[in-house]
């Protein structure tokens, strides 16, 4: 049995709280910041691990063509406070990991702004930016802003009716929020699902009649993308890899790394891990006595989101890369033309 169940009668008490701060949204006894423009919000009622990034970036590909679309986080382990703008001068710790990848994505082709006030921050992209939609990261929890349209991933090999409220489970509120989602994103898929398994997932979400439910996987690239150079994958089976991974959830990298490296040393540390000089310097030992010659068939390889943090470290930077991910969707017409026609009618 998982030690934290005997957590129980704590989570009761978390359930308390969340279930009352809901309620006083529910009936307007505390504010909700409505806005005239279309605004997603994309999040989970976990801790992390769903894939939010992948999400996030698939919305702006597919709407950045039709409007002036702006991301708004809170910039989880930046050391800055207040709104800020991502710019070519802004740095990791600035703005945050995953903004900061959002603009090494996009560059300047659409907006990307952090602030902790959600609602503040979206007023002033809205009035000084000229925003024309806006995507709220990880803000399912931030009532202080009402979303136009709300879309929860959950982790298809952890759903979220299965777990427990914080701090015997990874929930961060009760299982009843799914009742706020326009749309349900099962993540994380394997490349095949059982019509069986596709009805008893949809029987345990209980879908209302507003909502839709789909299933969304990870799509490795095919190669790994470096300072100096970049590595297609028919040299993969020849490299020794130092895997670095600083993400909640990462069984499903290392099980693909495994699959497509001859060799894979995994070092794993928190999610959004602040890098020290002495870690740094043990990644490079074990780089170093790996056999083979830098850069022919050894390699240090993170993911997207760990290589805005490490790739201006001096030490490794030549011989860091990182592989790009997305996400398919199965009936993805159906997907974006839901998503297009909230945005187009608002």
């Not at 990791?92 to 702004?113: C, S, T």
């Not at 902790?116 to 002033?124: I, Y």
């Not at 040393?265 to 890098?275: A, G, T």
Request: hydrophobic share 35%.
């Amino acid at each position: 049995m998982n030690w934290r169940r005997f957590l129980l009668p704590f989570s009761g008490l978390y359930w308390i709280g969340t279930s009352v701060r809901n309620l006083f949204y529910n009936i307007g006894m505390m504010r909700s910041s409505s806005f005239k423009i279309p605004i997603i919000n994309v999040g989970n009622l976990s801790v992390g691990g769903t894939g939010k990034s992948p999400h996030i970036m698939y919305l702006i590909d597919l709407l950045k063509d039709e409007k002036l679309i702006a991301t708004l986080s809170r910039g989880y382990g930046r050391k800055t406070k207040g709104f800020l703008i991502a710019n070519y001068s802004s740095k990791v710790y600035d703005i945050g990991d995953e903004p900061m990848q959002f603009f090494q994505r996009f560059k300047n082709r659409i907006l990307i702004a952090v602030c902790e006030d959600r609602a503040f921050g979206a007023q002033k992209l809205i009035d000084h930016y000229n925003a024309e939609a806006i995507l709220l990261d990880d803000a399912y929890q931030h009532r202080g802003i009402k979303a136009g349209f709300n879309i929860l991933l959950t982790d298809y090999n952890n759903p979220y009716y299965k777990d427990f409220l914080l701090p015997a489970g990874d929930l961060r509120e009760s299982r009843s929020g799914v009742r706020r989602a326009d749309i349900v994103i099962v993540t994380k898929c394997p490349d095949r699902i059982s019509e069986e398994k596709h009805k008893e997932i949809s029987k345990k979400i209980k879908l209302r009649s507003h909502q839709q439910l789909f299933f969304s996987k990870i799509v490795y690239d095919n190669k790994l993308i470096g300072k100096l150079d970049n590595v297609d994958k028919s040299t993969w089976k020849n490299l020794n890899v130092i895997l670095v991974t600083g993400i909640a959830k990462t069984d499903g990298l290392v099980k693909f790394a495994e699959e497509n490296f001859a060799n894979v040393l995994h070092l794993e540390y928190p999610d959004h891990h602040n890098f020290s000089q002495s870690e740094i310097e043990y990644i490079y030992k074990r780089y170093e006595d790996t056999e083979g010659r830098k850069r022919f068939d050894k390699i240090i390889m993170t993911t997207e989101k760990d290589y805005m943090r490490l790739m201006e470290e001096s030490m490794i930077k030549d011989d860091l890369y990182y592989i790009p991910i997305s996400i398919d969707i199965n009936d993805k017409e159906k997907f974006n033309q839901t998503i297009l026609e909230y945005v187009g009618q608002n």
